[in-house]
């Protein structure tokens, strides 16, 4: 195994066994350590880890500590700081670049209760993420020989032979921040100097967030206790091939799953034993000898799948997944086992020579790539699989197919790529480079010249190390589909030929390895320039006219939310609009927004009306949301495997409550961004050409669409209907092409006020399969007629259909103008508060005259227990809280 020769050369076997990876997803016995710990500044504790470690020691005076998590966390939780994320209160926490690194170094101690396993059984204290560096102790004694380094190195470690003969255990662990820190100058990255680490480079500032004041120092991933038999099983590895080019429906063609395992023997004597695979019924199994003190890398037959459930990513098909088992058995006696959720699937890529960019299939089938660009769950990392499980929902609800997870920050937790699993979520998944702080380009706030940080980080050797830990951690995951060397930049040299020769071949050599997110063998760079972006608001027309890079990895705009959502974190004394002029000295806005990274909307809320005050400000700016990114997606859409095999946005998500770039905010409150990306996104979506006034067709799917009635209409601001055509059509798969041009007619109706478009497809069995409402300004590009609208009658009712679901119908009579733009809530019966997350099957929905709309919330019923009422407001409709019968 060269690689693994390659990291462990000169080791003693039990440091191996430290270095070693270990992808549980289950075994014997397992449970995590998240409550109950505690914690000491190092500079208020005198005694050693040696006798920290003991029961006996007294810790009853040390704070309260929140692992997994960050001394930040911790100290916001004994409410010792502010909420980082509220108003300025970031600005006066102190910074370790000031304080020095001692501030931040904390022990951290956790008493636990376990048994000295009976037999040849053994225990293992597994943390799966610390930063930075830490000394262990147990019970007295020092677990790791040596001091740990790296943030994204797990530890597993032996032991059994430290177990107290009571049971009354001590875990102690001294943590120590990042080195070098980094100054907080207002670079990207800061300084730099934070990406001399194998760690986070967010955590020292970027133009979308502020610094965390203590670089995420603590005990960030989970610590579990395992115990498991003689036997242990390490890197379990799945790959699924799926020849040929495959349909989502019928009967499939067999695939093939190949399955293997390391099985580590810490004991004194060979063990031998049943090695096996098990999936829907069928077993693959191997007998096998250990020697002792060793590990052994076993390999199993190949196992055939009859007609089996493809794995599809969003929008194509199902995300099948299947449940297995790899098991080691002594004396038919279960060691230790490993469940994986299996997708059967396989990943392709190949050079579109039309468009001079990579392009990806999956199952032998060419994908389109919406992706989004996403950065981390929490600043802070307080990950859990409910806010995981929210995000990636939210992307699957944007119609989106791919997450980027960038590379300034990690690799994804299992916990992530579990819902992107679930949800067809493919991932394009960065290691720790960047551009910014890795030296691509000039930059005065930088410490050092491009060239020594062209050398970042300090330690490849560790880099290297834990690059094969992570990728052995996540590789099993089906919705995993590219991996990439850095972002905009690769790694130095002597990282990026091991990585991709033979680290990626031999762990995994499945996947699409790109050298950089804008590398030219993915996406060829013909203008210039980076060779990604642009990332301001753009004029809608845009997106359809300007051929910008063929697999564009970042491309974003605006995307704060509405009022609801400014006042979770900005004070009521600074919800203040911002003040736009074309003379951008002139443009005024609040301090609380631009320390939370505003940018600016420009002059694109100004058609809508003069803005009165923050909430119309909010208001307004998200109807310029909503057409923002559908035309983004509507633009590449109508260039697909013409001039685009994809577009990743920059960005989808939130880290900390900035005021850029999100569908959602970081209390996963969603807004119109989200919307408008739900529709423009959609598989099979009707929409129109902004520059030339043809109604187009795209077809994502893989079967051609026939029969669809393609209805055109318009509606002027009293709501009356004027037919422009209706027609039968058809449209082939994977492709887009118009079909009727309109521009003179729809202008006309347009010059005066303004006019409302409806686009509609409707299947054979009169099913709206697409439905998409423009909403069109007058001649001198204003919203004249939207001003003076008048107001809404429609009417709402809802019902509770099961717990956590309900069914919301908005009708517009008849002779009424069309009820614009409705945002609908789920709120608190008594408060009124908004309650999140609720997923929305779609908002701020526009209702034509005399039709009606269903609209289902889903929440969590065991977590939101109070009565809730249902709130809706719109453009032209007053708020009303609506109760639900």
């Known amino acids: 195994m060269a690689i693994f020769k390659f990291l462990t050369k000169d080791l003693s076997f039990f440091t191996i066994i430290l270095l070693l990876s270990f992808a549980h997803a289950s075994a014997q016995n397992k449970y995590e350590l998240n409550d109950g710990w505690k914690c000491q500044k190092i500079a208020d504790m005198h005694a050693d880890g040696a006798s920290i470690s003991k029961t006996e020691f007294s810790i009853n005076s040390w704070l309260n500590a929140t692992v997994p998590g960050t001394v930040l966390t911790t100290l916001l939780n004994n409410k010792q700081i502010p909420d980082p994320f509220w108003g300025m209160n970031n600005a006066h926490i102190k910074d370790i670049y000031n304080t020095g690194r001692d501030y931040y170094t904390y022990w951290f101690v956790k008493d636990f209760n376990q048994a000295i396993p009976v037999g040849n059984s053994q225990v293992y204290l597994n943390l799966r993420g610390v930063n930075y560096s830490c000394e262990v102790y147990l019970n007295g004694k020092k677990v790791n020989k040596q001091t740990h380094f790296g943030m994204f190195l797990r530890q597993s470690y032996n032991i059994t032979a430290l177990i107290n003969k009571n049971g009354k255990n001590r875990l102690a662990v001294l943590v120590y921040p990042p080195d070098p820190v980094g100054n907080p100058n207002g670079g990207q990255g800061g300084d730099g100097q934070i990406a001399k680490n194998v760690g986070l480079q967010y955590t020292a500032g970027w133009d979308w967030i502020q610094p965390m004041r203590d670089r995420n120092t603590g005990i960030w991933d989970k610590v579990t206790i395992e115990t498991t038999g003689a036997i242990r099983i390490i890197d379990p590895h799945i790959i699924t091939l799926v020849p040929g080019v495959r349909q989502v429906e019928g009967k499939q063609q067999p695939a093939i799953i190949k399955s293997s395992a390391t099985l580590l023997n810490p004991t004194n004597k060979t063990v031998s034993g049943v090695l096996q695979f098990i999936i829907v019924g069928q077993r693959i199994i191997k007998n096998v000898a250990i020697k002792p003190n060793s590990s052994l890398e076993v390999n199993l037959n190949d196992l055939v799948l009859k007609d089996p459930k493809l794995w599809w990513p969003n929008g194509y098909g199902t995300p099948y997944l299947y449940k297995s088992s790899i098991q080691f058995s002594e004396a038919n006696k279960l060691s230790d086992k490993a469940d994986i959720n299996v997708g059967v699937r396989e990943i392709q890529t190949s050079w579109n020579e039309q468009t001079h960019s990579r392009q990806v299939a999956v199952n032998g089938q060419k994908i389109f790539i919406k992706g989004g660009n996403w950065i981390i769950s929490d600043a802070m990392l307080r990950f859990s699989d409910t806010r995981y499980n929210a995000e990636v929902r939210f992307h699957r609800d944007m119609n989106l197919n791919l997450i980027r997870v960038w590379g300034g920050a990690l690799v994804e937790r299992p916990e992530f790529y579990n819902a992107c699993d679930e949800y067809g979520l493919l991932v394009f998944q960065d290691f720790w480079i960047s551009g910014d702080a890795n030296g691509r380009w000039f930059d005065p706030k930088k410490k050092d010249d491009q060239w020594t940080r062209r050398k970042y980080p300090d330690d490849h050797k560790l880099?290297?190390?834990?690059?094969?830990?992570?990728?052995?951690?996540?590789?099993?995951?089906?919705?995993?589909?590219?991996?990439c060397g850095g972002n905009e930049i690769t790694p130095p040299e002597d990282i990026l030929l091991p990585v991709r020769d033979s680290i990626l071949p031999k762990l995994d050599g499945t996947r699409w390895f790109v050298e950089y997110s804008n590398s030219d063998k993915m996406s060829l760079n013909t203008l210039g320039g980076n060779g990604d972006g642009p990332y301001g608001i753009q004029p809608d027309s845009a997106f359809w006219k300007v051929h910008t890079f063929p697999f564009n990895s970042e491309i974003g705009s605006v995307g704060i939310n509405d009022f609801e959502s400014l006042k979770r974190f900005i004070p009521t004394e600074n919800l203040v609009?911002?003040?736009?002029?074309?003379?951008?000295?002139?443009?005024?806005?609040?301090?609380?927004w631009d320390y939370h990274k505003y940018i600016g909307y420009d002059a694109s809320i100004e058609p809508y009306g003069k803005i009165t005050d923050a909430k119309d400000f909010a208001a307004k700016a998200q109807l310029v949301n909503y057409n923002q990114y559908r035309a983004l997606m509507e633009g590449f859409s109508a260039h697909m495997w013409d001039w685009y095999t994809g577009v990743i946005i920059w960005k989808t998500q939130n880290p900390w409550t900035a005021m850029r770039g999100q569908m959602y905010d970081y209390y996963l409150d969603p807004n119109a961004c989200l919307y408008g990306l739900h529709s423009g996104s959609e598989p099979l979506h009707v929409m129109y050409n902004p520059l030339n006034g043809m109604v187009t067709i795209v077809n994502n799917t893989f079967t051609a669409k026939r029969d669809l009635m393609l209805s055109i209409k318009t509606y002027d601001m009293q709501g009356k209907e004027k037919l422009l055509t209706q027609v039968f059509e058809e449209i082939q798969p994977q492709s887009v092409k118009g079909f009727v041009p309109l521009k003179d007619e729809v202008d006309g109706l347009a010059k005066k006020e303004g006019v409302f478009l409806s686009l509609r497809l409707t299947d054979i069995k009169q099913n709206i399969v697409?439905?998409?409402?423009?909403?069109?300004?007058?001649?001198?590009?204003?919203?004249?007629?939207?001003?003076?609208?008048?107001?809404?009658k429609v009417e709402t009712v809802a019902k509770q259909i099961a717990p956590g679901k309900i069914e919301v119908t908005l009708s517009d009579p008849l002779n009424a103008p069309v009820a614009f733009f409705n945002r609908i809530s789920l709120?608190?019966?008594?408060?009124?508060n908004r309650l999140l997350p609720v997923f929305y099957s779609d908002n701020y929905v526009s209702i034509l005259p005399g039709e009606h709309k269903t609209i289902t919330l889903n929440y969590d019923a065991g977590k939101i227990k109070n009565a809730v009422m249902v709130s809706i407001d719109g453009w032209n409709l007053k708020e009303q809280v609506i109760s639900i019968k």
Not at 577 to 592: G, Q
Not at 827 to 832: H, L, T
């Open 463 to 483: 880099y290297l190390q834990s690059l094969a830990d992570q990728v052995k951690l996540v590789r099993n995951h089906p919705s995993l589909a590219i991996w």
């Open 577 to 592: 609009a911002p003040e736009f002029s074309e003379d951008k000295k002139k443009n005024k806005v609040d301090s609380v």
């Open 827 to 832: 709120v608190d019966a008594a408060s009124g």
């Open 770 to 792: 697409s439905d998409n409402l423009y909403w069109l300004p007058d001649e001198k590009g204003n919203y004249s007629g939207l001003k003076k609208i008048a107001p809404s």
